[in-house]
């Protein structure tokens, strides 16, 4: 009988090998064939031609040079060559008698086989203005001092307030290597000057850690591009919006991952700033109610609400945050901690530890 079920978990041990080799190396290939059949012809009635004599018909626009200027519009006459103009004009908030412009088509007909096209008309519109500056109504609607702070855009700055020193990023400008963002920051940090201002916090668009499945890592690259140096330099807090919820993380940092040692999930770090997403201010979107399962480790507290904090600077040690919760008129705290000091006082407080 022994020896019956060694045999037995020999083999078992053998298929579960097989089971291991034939499928480690292998991704999944789905089982779904789409059947093979000719698709039904669309009826032609389904397409009726637009009414009115030998109106335009088959319109067709695309884009007509290089740059983005110009466009090609084209459309077919079913029964004789005109009109073969296209007028158009400059779209202006409350000027309704804009100057008008005509554009000739060059017209042409083919047949093929049995086939007698109509009339095909081709007019290129030209010297057409771009609309191409990004964040217009950001840049019109909100002034800040970012000249002050030597930076070439008023997307980053930074300024100082009391004890702290803030530095504003852009999540959507770049921030690549070499970029002006990039450059701007690495001079910036260099000039942060802990004693007179002990605090350093940095605001960012979209959170580099945000356990909510709306938006989820979209972050990322920045923070891989940025994480080290905000470790290095001891920043405090971090404070991003993007995901309409409230989520505050312990101090963590995850900036050992090369891809090949294995080192992807963030880890305690007390050199790492805390991230605050506060992005709850309210927004017609509605709240961002879809938060990952389990809570991360590295998510110290979230809530699902429009809310907002303080943070009120002691001295050059401590700080005491609070995130109030805002429901039906009443401001309710929901979250509270005490900061220590990253550069002067790097002890871990007591509602930071990891869990
Ligand atoms: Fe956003």
């Given at each position: 009988?022994?020896?019956?079920?060694?045999?037995?978990?020999?083999?078992?041990?053998?298929?579960?090998?097989?089971?291991?080799?034939?499928?480690?190396?292998?991704?999944?290939?789905?089982?779904?064939?789409?059947?093979?059949?000719?698709?039904?012809?669309?009826?032609?009635?389904?397409?009726?031609?637009?009414?009115?004599?030998?109106?335009?018909?088959?319109v067709?626009?695309?884009?007509?040079?290089?740059?983005?200027?110009?466009?090609?519009?084209?459309?077919?006459?079913?029964?004789?060559?005109?009109?073969?103009?296209?007028?158009?004009?400059?779209?202006?908030?409350?000027?309704?008698?804009?100057?008008k412009?005509?554009?000739?088509?060059?017209?042409?007909?083919?047949?093929?086989?049995?086939?007698?096209?109509?009339?095909?008309h081709?007019a290129?519109?030209?010297?057409?203005?771009?609309?191409?500056?990004?964040?217009?109504?950001?840049?019109?609607?909100?002034?800040?001092?970012?000249?002050?702070?030597?930076?070439?855009?008023?997307?980053?700055?930074?300024?100082?307030?009391?004890?702290?020193?803030?530095?504003?990023?852009?999540?959507?400008?770049?921030?690549?290597?070499?970029?002006?963002?990039?450059?701007?920051?690495?001079q910036?940090?260099?000039?942060?000057?802990?004693?007179?201002?002990?605090?350093?916090?940095v605001?960012?668009?979209?959170?580099?850690?945000?356990?909510?499945?709306?938006?989820?890592?979209?972050?990322?690259?920045?923070?891989?591009?940025?994480?080290?140096?905000?470790?290095?330099?001891?920043?405090?807090i971090?404070?991003?919006?993007?995901?309409?919820?409230?989520?505050?993380?312990?101090?963590?940092?995850?900036?050992?991952?090369?891809?090949?040692?294995?080192?992807?999930?963030?880890?305690?770090?007390?050199?790492?700033?805390?991230?605050?997403?506060?992005?709850?201010?309210?927004?017609?979107?509605?709240?961002?109610?879809?938060?990952?399962?389990?809570?991360?480790?590295?998510?110290?507290?979230?809530?699902?609400?429009?809310?907002?904090?303080?943070?009120?600077?002691?001295?050059?040690?401590?700080?005491?945050?609070?995130?109030?919760?805002?429901?039906?008129?009443?401001?309710?705290?929901?979250?509270?901690?005490?900061?220590?000091?990253?550069?002067?006082?790097?002890?871990?407080?007591?509602?930071?530890?990891?869990?």
């Amino acid at each position: 009988m022994a020896h019956t079920s060694g045999m037995w978990v020999a083999t078992a041990f053998c298929l579960c090998l097989l089971n291991f080799a034939g499928t480690c190396n292998a991704g999944i290939t789905s089982k779904y064939v789409r059947k093979l059949y000719a698709s039904q012809e669309i009826p032609k009635e389904y397409f009726p031609s637009p009414p009115g004599f030998n109106a335009p018909e088959q319109v067709h626009i695309t884009q007509g040079d290089y740059e983005g200027r110009s466009m090609i519009i084209s459309w077919v006459t079913p029964l004789h060559p005109n009109p073969n103009v296209v007028t158009y004009w400059e779209a202006k908030n409350g000027h309704k008698h804009s100057h008008k412009h005509r554009a000739h088509a060059k017209t042409t007909t083919y047949r093929y086989y049995n086939y007698t096209s109509g009339f095909i008309h081709h007019a290129t519109i030209r010297r057409l203005k771009e609309e191409n500056t990004p964040f217009k109504p950001y840049m019109h609607r909100y002034h800040v001092p970012y000249k002050a702070a030597k930076s070439t855009s008023p997307l980053w700055y930074s300024i100082k307030r009391a004890s702290a020193h803030i530095i504003v990023l852009s999540s959507y400008s770049a921030y690549g290597k070499y970029t002006p963002q990039y450059n701007w920051l690495q001079q910036e940090l260099a000039k942060v000057n802990r004693s007179l201002t002990p605090w350093l916090i940095v605001l960012v668009h979209s959170p580099w850690y945000n356990s909510n499945n709306y938006h989820y890592m979209e972050g990322e690259s920045m923070r891989v591009m940025f994480e080290p140096w905000l470790v290095q330099n001891k920043v405090d807090i971090v404070f991003a919006g993007h995901v309409h919820s409230y989520e505050r993380s312990h101090r963590i940092s995850n900036v050992q991952y090369n891809i090949t040692n294995g080192l992807s999930a963030p880890v305690k770090d007390a050199s790492a700033p805390v991230y605050i997403t506060i992005g709850d201010g309210g927004n017609i979107e509605g709240i961002a109610n879809n938060f990952s399962d389990p809570q991360p480790s590295y998510s110290a507290f979230r809530e699902a609400s429009f809310g907002h904090a303080m943070l009120e600077i002691k001295n050059r040690t401590h700080a005491y945050y609070t995130w109030h919760r805002n429901q039906d008129g009443e401001r309710t705290a929901a979250d509270s901690t005490w900061f220590y000091n990253r550069y002067w006082y790097p002890h871990e407080e007591p509602t930071s530890s990891m869990v």
